[in-house]
């Protein structure tokens, strides 16, 4: 993969033209560059970009004990990544090799870049992409997560900093010669395992997906006195796209997202009907460029806080997050999705994360390759699921409690189930029984009729659940109306009773997507009555930014 990004270097690294740097001469300052001076540390904020226009910046990626060169920027040559456009900690260390001059451009300037002029746009938003993903791709840096492949919180950290597109290091205790001399130098005991070092100095023990992101500057600076436009409560399909077409319409917009961009939809191996993509696109790899262009047009987003109460007593309204901080917005988008429905089982949590799963990526693919697994689920989720695992398991069982696939599933994907070898459906069955000591060892379900009814007990250590959908609506504490099954009623789907009183004030009626309260939207799988299919969810996210213009004008 770094040989990849490296026959792309003249794209990841080009020369400015001499009218190219005149353009961007207006949107920042000179500043003098001293030799041996550093400019900016791993994990420090990234003050936006430097120009060179004489002398040198050395760009170094700090490790453990050492630090490696990546590039050397001379004159025509700019300094910067993603985080420049996301004011973010940044992930390598940039020190002057010859004393020169740069052109210094922060972070509002180099959206401002980005937004309003094509070619230097297209230029820069290429090189800040591919120098982040070869960051990635090397696994190297200072951030290293110390864990091991049968603990849950292990693979909790790994998806979270995968996720969120942070390059950090992984080292398994049970695979990794140099593990040892890791725990004996930062004083770690394999008991406090998972461990997070960060930027080579700080110790994090098991720390939750908060700390994890305070410690590593993942997010920009939260200020709490700013009132916004418009507060997106989610950063799936749905709140990307109202991100992306808010941000590019003027708005000034904060997303606010639990564990990383996607949603459900992040954790798809490779989805094939979305418009576009005729060869297919992972949901991690969609969100990721979704996410990218909701940044470059200027949106702020957050993640590892999550909304835990709505204020809906007062305008602007406000949400209280998980941290303490409360984000004040004139308008609200609830895009918070569905979590996947558990299996009423005793013991399901105690083998969360270690044999059982909600997501099939490339990364839980590796805990079970050349094992017998299941998928449960007979929606588009679990087919593309079962047919990923196809390719690196030894056999999958897809487990459905109807009759078949026909009602729930896309045609292309039942096809593909039909003619693989690989893949057992399994219809009319259900898993009763989980068991095993510290993970999952063995799973017993029941068939009702078929081929094959009865009970069946298999040594399988690893089960992926996508069995319907419940919402994320427990944190909106009675603000808004739902439906019986708590999904967020909008538009035509309120009643009159939805409307008595104080909640509704207003002549007109709420707009197609919007709730009993004025100004307040819900779009994608957390409405009422949404067809969950990640086009419908950009298709509500990006038309309901239509309808907050209205309301923001009223």
Known sequence: MVDLYESRREQMYPKLTPSQIERLRTH???????????????????????????????????????????????????????????????????????????IEIDNESVRRVVQTDAELSELLMRAFILRRMRLIASQQGDVVLIGSSHSANTLRLRQFLGRNGFPYVSVDVEHDSAVADLLERFHVQLEDIPVVICHGQRVLKNPSNLLVAECLGMNPQFDEARVRDLIIIGAGPAGLASAVYAASEGLDVLVLETT????????????????????????????????????????????????VKLRCDRRPYEVELSDGHVAHGRSIIIASGAEYRPLALENLAQYMGVGVYYAATYLEAQLCKDEEVIVVGGGNSAGQAAVFLANGCRHVHLLVRSAGLKETMSRYLIR???????ITLRPWTEITELAGAERLQNVTWLTAKGAEPGTSKREIAHVFLMTGAEPNTRWLDGCVALDD??????????????????????????????????????????????????????????????????????
């Open 260 to 307: 990383a961009p996607g949603g459900q939809a992040g954790s798809s191996s490779k989805i094939e009907n979305y418009l576009g993509f005729p060869t297919g696109i992972s949901g991690q790899a969609l969100a990721g460029r979704a996410l990218v262009q909701a940044q470059k047009f200027g949106a702020d987003v957050a993640v590892a806080g999550s909304a």
């Open 28 to 102: 920042g300052k000179v500043i003098p560059l001293r030799a041996g001076e550093v400019i900016i540390e791993p994990g420090q904020r990234y003050g936006g970009m430097l120009v060179v226009l004489s002398g040198s910046i050395e760009i170094l990626r700090p490790g453990i004990s050492s630090e490696e060169p990546i590039t050397v920027h001379t004159a025509g040559s700019f300094a910067g990544e993603m985080s420049s456009l996301r004011g973010a900690g940044g992930h390598v260390r940039a020190r002057v090799r010859e004393s020169g001059e740069a």
């Open 485 to 554: 099954r708590g999904f967020v009623k909008t538009g035509p789907g309120l009643k009159p009773e939805d409307l008595e009183g104080k909640q509704w004030p207003l002549a007109r009626r709420p707009h197609l997507l919007e709730t009993n309260l004025p100004g307040i939207f819900a779009v994608g799988d957390v409405r009422s009555g949404s067809i969950k299919r990640v086009a419908a969810a950009v298709g509500e996210g990006s038309s309901c930014v239509a309808l907050i213009h209205s309301v923001l004008a009223e």
């Open 416 to 422: 593909r189930i039909e003619e693989s070898p690989g």
